[in-house]
């Protein structure tokens, strides 16, 4: 095996975490948002922007992982369904709590409710992410896919 092929072996388990990270970064950041408060049109098309842009990426990950990883990771490691499908659970339940989000900055909801939205996010989020990268990061170091990064952990 070249130096190439064992690079690329090793790349799922490192993007999963680079993509995990970043969406933790974009919480953050639409959280900080919101924190700051400013009054007014521009800020408030700020954190739709925000809101929606963070949304959207949490939503393509998981479709991602759902569609393509999670079924070849169970094709490769029967023993970890179990572990997929709490996984899985966990997707369509932040998918949920996504679209409460959603339904909130649509009608431009006070702060405090958003805030309550993104804190409930958050936590089922990292809860999910820390388990995931738990159960699946010593399978993904060894894991071959031949599939695109975009269509596999999202477009981030």
């Given at each position: 095996?070249?130096?190439?092929?064992t690079?690329?072996?090793?790349?799922?388990?490192?993007?999963?975490?680079?993509?995990?990270?970043?969406?933790?970064?974009?919480?953050?950041?639409?959280?900080?948002?919101?924190?700051?408060?400013?009054?007014?049109?521009?800020?408030?098309?700020?954190?739709?922007?925000?809101?929606h842009?963070f949304?959207?990426?949490l939503?393509?990950?998981?479709?991602?992982?759902?569609?393509?990883?999670?079924?070849?990771?169970a094709?490769?490691h029967?023993?970890?369904?179990?572990?997929l499908?709490?996984l899985?659970?966990?997707?369509?339940m932040?998918a949920?709590?996504?679209?409460?989000?959603?339904?909130?900055?649509?009608?431009a909801?006070?702060?405090?409710?958003?805030?309550?939205?993104?804190?409930?996010?958050?936590?089922?989020?990292?809860?999910?992410?820390?388990?995931?990268?738990?159960?699946?990061?010593?399978?993904?170091?060894?894991?071959?896919?031949?599939?695109?990064?975009k269509?596999?952990?999202?477009?981030?």
């Amino acid at each position: 095996m070249i130096e190439r092929e064992t690079t690329r072996l090793i790349a799922w388990s490192r993007e999963l975490r680079r993509v995990h990270n970043q969406l933790r970064e974009a919480l953050r950041v639409t959280r900080d948002s919101l924190a700051e408060g400013s009054p007014g049109e521009a800020a408030t098309r700020e954190l739709l922007l925000y809101c929606h842009g963070f949304c959207a990426a949490l939503d393509d990950h998981h479709q991602g992982e759902d569609r393509t990883l999670f079924p070849a990771i169970a094709a490769a490691h029967p023993e970890l369904r179990p572990v997929l499908r709490a996984l899985e659970q966990d997707h369509s339940m932040i998918a949920h709590l996504l679209g409460n989000l959603r339904a909130a900055v649509d009608r431009a909801a006070p702060p405090e409710e958003l805030d309550h939205h993104l804190e409930g996010i958050a936590a089922i989020m990292e809860n999910h992410f820390r388990y995931e990268e738990r159960q699946l990061l010593t399978v993904l170091e060894t894991f071959e896919l031949a599939a695109e990064l975009k269509d596999v952990l999202g477009p981030l």
